[in-house]
């Protein structure tokens, strides 16, 4: 013997009522989860970095974040000087332009306050230890490096990550990692993990530098029009292609990375930088050409930090800020 049910009205509604719960929670679940790829990324002009007298007129200056502290620290090469800005664009502190500290190529920032200037000579390169003023606390020499990083290193980039100081020396293609004092714990030849012979490493190499907060490095390489993530498995992803229209590369310069993955890529000769996210997937673009206050000429090194991204430009046009949004 057998018996069927017969659904009454209120089963049906119950029926309804269920459905639209489990709806309801897929919803929430999707809106959860997704905002990563479809939220919108849009960038907007704040200032351009400025002491009392204005807007500081510089060309194609290194940049660095500052570990959390709120402040941009500016190399120029020009002037052999180390500027300071606080988190309003204002330049609070300035030194190295007396000589003591030689031709500064680059500055790095511990979340301590100890600053590593990165200066460099035609055949050697040197890290001199300064505090927060700017005074030499002494030499940071460079210990226990292997044989391939001992001949011909000339390391003309610095970075602080972690406890670690990144050294990377762009035409060679070569990053070591060190402590704080210099001793040497891990390096990488780029160039030969990507498959380069001699030829064309020579013929290429690096442009922008950065290592993100997973321990990524990121970079770019102009002649080949693409960027690269290599992950601390040694993992290598690469994107980009040449083009002048809004995602594709021409002559690309800094590259740096945020805390939501985003990827920041300068095109200098297209002055725009764009936006990738984590999956590398162009989002947008913003800068172009112009003497407007939110234009870029010529967009080399990149510094993001809290949501700002610092961007140095040539002719004189100094370092832009923009804040970034998603919604």
């Known amino acids: 013997m057998s018996f069927q049910h017969k659904h009454t009205p209120h089963d049906k509604g119950k029926t309804r009522k269920i459905r639209l719960q489990f709806l309801l929670v897929a919803l929430v679940l999707t809106v959860l989860s997704g905002p990563a790829r479809g ?31 709120f402040e941009t620290y500016v190399a120029d090469v020009a002037d052999r000087s180390v500027r300071v800005f606080n988190s309003s664009g204002m330049e609070v502190y300035r030194f190295g332009d007396d000589g003591t500290s030689g031709t500064v190529s680059a500055v790095a920032v511990s979340p301590q306050g100890d600053i590593y200037i990165l200066s460099r000579k035609t055949d050697h390169s040197a890290i001199t230890r300064c505090n927060f003023r700017g005074e030499p606390q002494g030499k940071v020499e460079l210990k226990g490096l292997p044989p391939e990083f001992a001949r011909d290193f000339l390391p003309d980039t610095i970075l602080y990550r972690q406890g670690n100081l990144y050294l990377v020396d762009r035409n060679a293609m070569k990053v070591a990692v060190t402590d704080l004092n210099g001793a040497f714990r891990s390096g990488d030849d780029l160039g030969a993990l990507l498959g380069f012979d001699e030829k064309k490493r020579r013929d290429s190499g690096i442009s922008g530098f950065s290592v993100d907060r997973k321990g990524d490095y990121l970079f770019t390489i102009p002649v ?23 995602g594709k590369f021409n002559v690309v310069g800094g590259i740096a990375a945020d805390d939501r993955g985003n990827i920041y890529v300068a095109d200098t000769l297209r002055c725009v930088v764009m936006v990738f996210d984590e999956n590398l997937k162009f989002r947008t673009e913003f800068g172009y050409r112009g003497l407007g206050p939110g234009n870029l000429i010529a967009p080399m090194d990149l510094a993001v930090n809290n949501d700002m991204v610092y961007v140095s430009q040539s002719r004189a046009r100094g370092v832009s800020v923009y804040r970034i949004f998603t919604d």
Not at 39 to 51: K, P
Not at 233 to 244: L, N, S, T, W
């Open 224 to 246: 080949f029009f693409s960027a690269y993530v290599v992950s601390p498995d040694k993992k290598v992803r690469i994107f980009g292609e040449r083009g002048g229209t809004p």
């Open 39 to 69: 939220e919108t990324i849009r960038a907007s002009y704040l200032y351009t970095l400025s002491d009392f007298y204005g807007p500081v007129p510089c060309n194609w200056v290194s940049l660095t974040d500052d570990a959390g502290r």
